[in-house]
């Protein structure tokens, strides 16, 4: 069985940087591609990053120039560095997985879920 857990999230400073992990099990990682989603507090989650299986990455606007997208696929890992961070960045952080799938943004596109990890961002 295909799982996915995140961690890494907790309070920070705006300005500083935060780096999240999301450990899968199960499957090889090459085997997926992946992505990380936010979720403000009251909105709809959105797409910050997406990785292929070759380890191709997109970004969303807001993440360009301050996240970074990486896979190990040895250790089975989806990371998200952030940088410069923003009390917009405020909220819960997901990993996505889909099996033998493609770039996208999309919540829709994506089978597995982890449970979350809560990044807050202060002034």
């Known amino acids: 069985q295909f799982q996915l857990v995140e961690s890494g999230g907790g309070p920070v400073q705006a300005g500083g940087s935060l780096n999240l992990s999301c450990a899968a099990s199960g499957y090889p990682l090459d085997m997926y591609s992946m992505a990380w989603f936010h979720q403000a507090p009251g909105k709809e989650r959105e797409g910050v990053a997406s990785?292929?299986?070759?380890?191709?990455?997109i970004y969303a606007d807001s993440a360009k120039g301050r996240f970074t997208i990486s896979k190990d696929n040895v250790e089975k890992t989806l990371y998200l560095l952030m940088d410069s961070l923003k009390p917009e960045d405020t909220g819960t952080y997901y990993c996505?997985?889909?099996?033998?799938?493609?770039?996208?943004?999309?919540?829709?596109?994506?089978?597995?879920w982890g449970q979350g990890t809560q990044v807050t961002v202060s002034q």
């Open positions: 996505a997985a889909r099996h033998l799938g493609y770039l996208s943004l999309q919540d829709q596109y994506y089978d597995y």
């Open positions: 990785v292929d299986r070759g380890g191709n990455p």
